[in-house]
C-alpha cells in the first residue's frame, strides 16, 4: 500500500513538471524572433509606415483685378472737366477769330460746364523766333503777369506757323525744324536752346509753362492735316509732328494727335477749300470743323488729368 501511495505521488510530480516545461516553451516561442532578424531594443519606438506625400495643390488662377490707383480710361469729360478752369494758347487756329473767336475753347467750356476757358490764341504765332516777338511763349508770359490763376489746364498748341515760315517769306527768316536736344529735362540748358527753330522754340515753352504752372495738367495739341500745296511745308507736317512728339516725351507732357487721327482727317477734308467744307480756306476751321474737333481735345484734357491724379 505505501508502496502504491509512493507510485502515484512520483508520477503526479512528473506529470505537473511536464505540464510546467511545455507552457514555458510555448511563452519563448511566441516573443522570439524570426530566423535571420536582429532583434529590436527595448528602446526603439515601433516603426509606422511612412504616409505618401500628397502634392500641393495648385491655386486656381484669378483674373487679375487692376490696381486702385490705375486710371480708368477713356474718363468722362462730363465728369472730369466740371467746374475746372483751362488757359489756351496758340495760334489763329486756338483763336478762331473769323468765326467770333468761338473755336474749341469756347465750345469745351460750354459743352463740359468748365467755370474758365480762357483763349489767349494770337493770329500768327509761332513757336519759333521767325515772327519776331509774336510767339506762343509771349503771349503767356504776357497773361501771366496779368492774371496768376491757377489753371487746371493749360492747353498749347503752335507749329503751323513756324513750318508756313520753313522758306524765307515776306522778309521772315527761315525757320528750320530742329531737333530735341539730346540731354534729359533736368539736364538741358534752356538758355542754350536755338529758339530759331521749331523744336528750340517748342522746349522754351514748355519748360516755362511747366514753370508758371506746375500744378496744372499740361496738354499740347498736334493740328490738324492742312490743305496739300500749303504755304512752306504747312501741308506736310509730318516731320514737325515726330519732332514735337519726341519734346513732349521728353518733358513729361500728353498730347492730343489731330495730325495722325485718320477718322477726323477724313472728316475735315470730304469738303476742303468749299464754302460748306469743315477748313474753307484749307487752314482755318469754321464752326462745323470746330465741331468735330472740340470733344476729341476735351476727351485728351480728361484722360491726361486722371492720369496724372491717379
Not at 477769330?97 to 460746364?113: D, L, M, Q, V
Request: contains cysteine.
Amino acid at each position: 500500500m505505501k508502496r502504491l501511495i509512493a507510485a502515484l505521488l512520483a508520477t503526479l510530480m512528473l506529470a505537473m513538471a511536464f505540464v510546467s516545461c511545455t507552457a514555458t516553451t510555448t511563452s519563448e516561442d511566441t516573443d522570439a524572433p524570426t530566423e535571420g532578424a536582429s532583434s529590436p531594443s527595448k528602446d526603439a519606438a515601433t516603426p509606422t509606415p511612412e504616409a505618401t506625400p500628397t502634392p500641393e495643390a495648385t491655386p486656381t488662377p484669378t483674373p487679375e483685378e487692376p490696381s486702385k490707383n490705375e486710371p480708368v480710361l477713356p474718363a468722362d469729360p462730363a465728369e472730369v472737366l466740371k467746374g475746372k478752369k483751362a488757359l489756351f494758347l496758340g495760334d489763329s487756329i486756338v483763336m478762331a477769330s473769323g468765326y467770333r473767336f468761338e473755336g474749341w475753347p469756347y465750345r469745351i467750356k460750354n459743352s463740359y460746364a468748365m467755370t474758365v476757358c480762357k483763349n489767349k490764341g494770337v493770329d500768327g504765332a509761332s513757336l519759333s523766333t521767325c515772327r519776331g516777338q509774336n510767339l506762343v511763349y509771349n503771349h503767356m508770359m504776357n497773361n501771366y503777369a496779368s492774371d496768376k490763376t491757377q489753371y487746371d489746364f493749360v492747353v498749347l498748341e503752335g507749329g503751323v506757323n513756324d513750318a508756313w515760315d520753313f522758306y524765307a517769306l515776306d522778309g521772315r527768316p527761315a525757320c528750320p525744324v530742329g531737333d530735341v536736344v539730346n540731354a534729359t529735362a533736368e539736364e538741358t540748358d534752356i538758355d542754350a536752346l536755338d529758339r530759331s527753330t521749331m523744336a528750340g522754340g517748342m522746349e522754351h515753352l514748355i519748360y516755362n509753362a511747366k514753370k508758371l504752372y506746375p500744378s496744372a495738367t499740361i496738354i499740347f495739341v498736334f493740328n490738324f492735316q492742312l490743305r496739300k500745296g500749303s504755304p512752306g511745308r504747312c501741308g506736310d507736317m509730318d516731320e514737325y509732328i515726330e519732332v514735337q512728339k519726341k519734346i513732349c516725351d521728353k518733358w513729361g507732357i500728353p498730347y492730343c494727335n489731330l495730325y495722325e487721327d485718320k477718322q477726323l482727317n477724313a472728316k475735315l477734308m470730304v469738303k476742303y477749300s468749299t464754302a460748306a467744307g469743315c477748313v474753307p480756306d484749307g487752314i482755318h476751321p469754321n464752326d462745323k470743323g470746330y465741331d468735330l474737333i472740340a470733344p476729341i481735345i476735351a476727351q485728351s484734357m480728361a484722360d491726361a488729368y486722371v492720369k496724372a491724379h491717379a
